[in-house]
């Protein structure tokens, strides 16, 4: 029922009215509502106020993170002494050795590059009266392609079927000299450089019996491209070449109009120097993570350094967040004894801690593994205590951070693994460690003829680990692997030799003899620390007769103790899922909940007791509207009866 929604209420008595009944019911919600409004008000400040905190502490704990990551000590930077067209370039990934290298390039490594004479037209046929077909071949890097053609071959259709044929590592293109009355020249470049992609040619293909013979027509067409093939007596005509060592000719050329334009080479340049070949000009086996390139030839040297601009960048974000940290910190929990006033957040325990959590780990002294020096100079190990204020890190008095980036590129610059230790701690990594099941030996039993050998055909065993697959089905050197033993035991005794014949790099393998249930045999362990993954796959059934199985198994980093790794582990303790901060904010989205269905509640039960209220007015009205109407009659009886008899 609606308050005030009756005319009648007050009209008998002219004091039960709907304004009493409203200023009754204001007052009780006064007493009883408004305490619950006020106290879900005050929590939602405190929640936006408590966000905001949030947010700018999750800002200062990203540029903590980084500092606690050891990754940021090892980004490197390459200082060369030419920088003007350097004969050499040089780029350093994360995480390699601190090095200075001197490098001499004394030849460019280039590609095997062959052109035609000129031809009339691009689009003129081979050789139009050609019977068939015609065959001749090309070879590269131990590699052959035989590329055959028609009467209706175009020159240009001979480029296109001689790309299709090699994949593209023999690249040739009909290309427009200008020159006049034969413009056009089929060229042939090798896609890669290096002598071992040299280009050689033969003017016929490979028979049925294994040896190459001469096709008229091939030599007709090498002869119209200008390229007269060198070869040795008794190579010429039809005679048939013996195929086992064949590698093609090459062409006699015309020093003074060459069709063989460029030979392919090597790069050739000493590293300190050691004398290196490459067959290009990009070297990348000089080390994990080192790239050289050559440009020209010449001398330089490198010095690869600790690059310090990223870690500078995060001590300069660490003191931007935390001071804009502070701003809201101390908005929310100051007092004004003279005013009274308090901020929203002021004798919180979890808000108020967060300063001096902070404080006290950054300025606090910590044991750091380092040097001394004795009388004479020699560094001794030693724990040294040091603290950031050592490193440019300072607190004023109106409590906010600043940052001398001198005085830190001066102590980085004295030992920036030390920097590292202190900063962030070195991360480590557990042993990783995976041992197969048990294969029976039977006593080393002699194998059936047909068990002698196990041909491991490529994909069916695999080892992978520092990002690189190894394919057990090859040698070091290349050849196909055929596991050998007469007995089980001296096939896993080989088959290990084999897997550690690849030099896999930090993984250790090994056979060990055991007994278990019963039964006597061997099994395979593997063992690394590292840091790297080590996935074993293949054919399941292959790999189960040696008691292996595809597996991953992965290498966990056990994190470093530096400072900034504390205070890491100390913000996700107030940020994180179970922080203290984040309880704080469920806590009070909880009691605003609460607060909000007793404030619903009670707000329910005034509405209740006033509209019983208004009910009870309104019989009372009703009462007295009666009564005023009798003692009106009665009245008006006496008034006639009074009229009457005067």
């Known amino acids: 029922m609606a308050f005030g ?7 008998g008595s002219g004091v039960l009215t709907q304004d009493v009944i409203d200023k009754l019911k204001k007052a009780d919600e006064a007493s ?18 408590l966000t905001e905190i949030k947010t700018k502490l999750l800002s200062f704990q990203t540029a903590v993170s980084a500092l606690g990551d050891a990754t940021v000590f090892a980004k490197r930077k390459v200082n060369a002494s030419v920088t003007t067209n350097p004969p050499a370039s040089l780029t350093a990934d994360s995480g390699v050795a601190l090095q200075s290298m001197k490098v001499n390039v004394t030849q460019l490594a280039q590609k095997d590059v062959y ?61 427009n000299t200008g020159e006049k009355d034969a413009p056009y020249r089929l060229t042939l470049s090798s896609k890669e450089t290096g002598e071992d992609n040299a280009i050689s040619f033969f003017d016929g ?9 001469t096709d008229a027509n091939t030599s007709k067409l090498f002869s119209n491209l200008g390229w007269e093939l060198h070869k040795p007596m008794g190579g010429a005509g039809d005679i048939p070449i013996d195929s086992k060592d064949f590698k093609g000719y090459g062409i006699e050329d015309d020093p003074d109009n060459p ?39 010449g001398e330089i040297n490198f010095d690869i350094q600790q690059d310090n601009e990223s870690v500078v960048k995060a001590m300069n974000d660490l003191v931007d967040s935390y001071n804009d940290l502070i701003v809201n910190l101390q908005a929310a929990t100051d007092y004004n004894s003279e005013t009274g006033t308090k901020g929203t957040l002021q004798g919180i325990t979890e808000v108020n801690s967060i300063r001096s959590t902070i404080i006290s780990t950054l300025f606090g002294s910590q044991s750091v593994d380092g040097f001394i020096e004795d009388a004479n100079g020699n560094k001794i190990p030693s724990k040294v205590m040091v603290s950031l204020q050592d490193y440019g890190l300072s607190l004023s008095d109106s409590g906010t951070l600043s940052f001398s980036q001198s005085t830190f590129e001066e102590k980085m610059n004295e030992d920036p693994s030390f920097v590292e230790s202190f900063f962030a701690g070195i991360t480590q990594y557990k042993d990783i460690s995976y041992t197969g099941d048990l294969v029976e030996t039977s006593d080393a039993a002699t194998l059936a003829e047909g068990e002698k050998e196990i041909k491991f055909e490529k994909g069916k065993f695999t080892i992978v680990f520092n990002d690189q697959t190894y394919d057990l089905s090859k040698t070091r050197d290349g050849k196909e692997f055929v596991l050998k033993g007469e007995t089980k035991e001296e096939q896993m005794k080989n088959l290990v030799e084999h897997i550690n014949s690849l030099n896999i790099d930090g993984l250790n393998v090994r056979l060990e003899n055991v007994e278990k249930d019963g039964k006597k045999g061997v099994i395979i362990k593997f063992n690394s620390d ?14 189960k007769q040696f008691g292996l199985k595809n597996t991953t198994v992965i290498s966990e980093p056990i994190e470093g103790l530096g400072v900034f790794a504390q205070l890491k582990s100390k913000l996700q303790g107030m940020t994180g899922s179970n922080g203290s901060l984040t309880k704080l904010d469920e806590s009070l989205t909880n009691d605003t909940k609460s607060l909000t269905k007793s404030k619903e509640s009670t707000q329910a039960l005034i509405d209740s007791k006033y509209e019983t209220m208004q009910n009870q007015f309104l019989q009372y009205e009703s009462i007295l509207n009666k009564l005023n109407t009798q003692l009106n009659t009665i009245t008006n009886m006496i008034n006639a009866m009074n009229n009457q008899n005067s």
């Open 5 to 11: 929604s009756l005319s009648s209420l007050g009209f």
């Open 32 to 49: 009883r509502i408004n305490p619950y409004t006020k106290k879900i008000e005050e929590n939602n400040t405190k929640q936006k106020d």
């Open 115 to 175: 052109q035609s004479k000129g031809l009339a037209n691009d689009g003129g046929y081979i050789d139009a009266n050609l019977e068939g077909t015609a065959s001749f071949t090309l070879f590269q890097n131990g590699k052959e392609y035989t590329i055959s053609y028609d009467k209706n071959t175009t020159y240009k259709d001979l480029a296109d079927k001689i790309n299709q044929a090699t994949d593209g590592n023999i690249q040739a293109k009909i290309v």
């Open 205 to 213: 293909s490979k028979a049925e019996d294994g040896t190459y013979k």
């Open 259 to 297: 069709l063989h334009i460029q030979k392919a080479q090597n790069a050739e340049f000493t590293l300190d120097g050691i004398k290196m070949i490459r067959q290009n000009n990009t070297v990348t086996d000089l080390g994990v993570g080192i790239t050289l390139t050559l440009n020209s030839t």
């Open 530 to 543: 590292n840091g790297s993954d080590l996935t074993i796959k293949g054919d399941d059934e292959f790999l």
